[in-house]
């Protein structure tokens, strides 16, 4: 039995025995999430591992304003959107955006769990200035989800496009709000695009995505220069996820 396999082996008994015993009910950092069966080994077991999006949790639930409202890009399963509902006061407003319409059911069941009534959305759709419609790639993990740039393996689907402009209107043009984005490399379009309303953001906790932009012949070096192009700092860092404060 080689690596992998040997790995793979133990992580279906964990998650098996788990199934077993409470169902798809999984604890996240005292929350209950449900996950579907098609969420795949690889999530269900950083789950249980305590390793699901660990470093995104640990600085939502550190530096997360429970007053400003949040726009949240790149929901997936809607697991760490459970979280960031949790440290938001009630009336606070959330706006979940998620591009795999497959995944549609299971980031609502947990983006809304807790929820006020209104308080928050989930929205299907993608981040993406050139057009109404994006193309949007669905591999076999939920992570392997990205804009369709005309390789990789996955089925393409057509999604709503939007760009953050809309997003900040469609939760009433606030002052202030807090971003939370993972959206496999995506934000590099975002700094470079939409830096006018990026500048009404005074907190964001962003996951960069070297190997994505590498792809596109950019770099990480070049992701830094329109972090500080768009007034924000670099005020924490957990592996490669970034808390951004306006300067």
Known sequence: MNRNAFRD???RSRVARHLAARGPVFDYHGLAVTMPQSAGLAAMNALLRGKYESEEAALI??????DLPVIELGGSLGVVSRLIRSRLAPGTRHLVV??????????SRNALAGAAPGA???????LFRDGPEARFR??????????DIGSGAGRVVAVPAVTLKDLHQRI????????VADIEGAEFALFEKDAETLAKAALAIVEL????????????????GLIAAAGFRVTERLADVVLLRST
Not at 100 to 107: K, R, S
Not at 120 to 126: D, F, M, W
Not at 138 to 147: F, P, R, V, W
Not at 172 to 179: H, M, R, V
């Open 98 to 107: 998620e591009a795999n319409p497959d995944l549609i059911e299971a980031c």
């Open 9 to 11: 082996f133990f992580r």
């Open 209 to 224: 995505h070297p190997k994505e932009y590498a792809k596109a012949c950019r770099s990480e070096g070049e992701m830094d």
């Open 138 to 147: 669905i591999g076999e993990e939920t992570h392997s989800n990205a804009l």
């Open 172 to 179: 009433g043009s606030p002052s202030a709000f807090s971003l």
């Open 120 to 126: 928050t959305e989930v929205l299907n759709a993608a």
């Open 61 to 66: 639930a550190k530096h997360l304003p429970a």
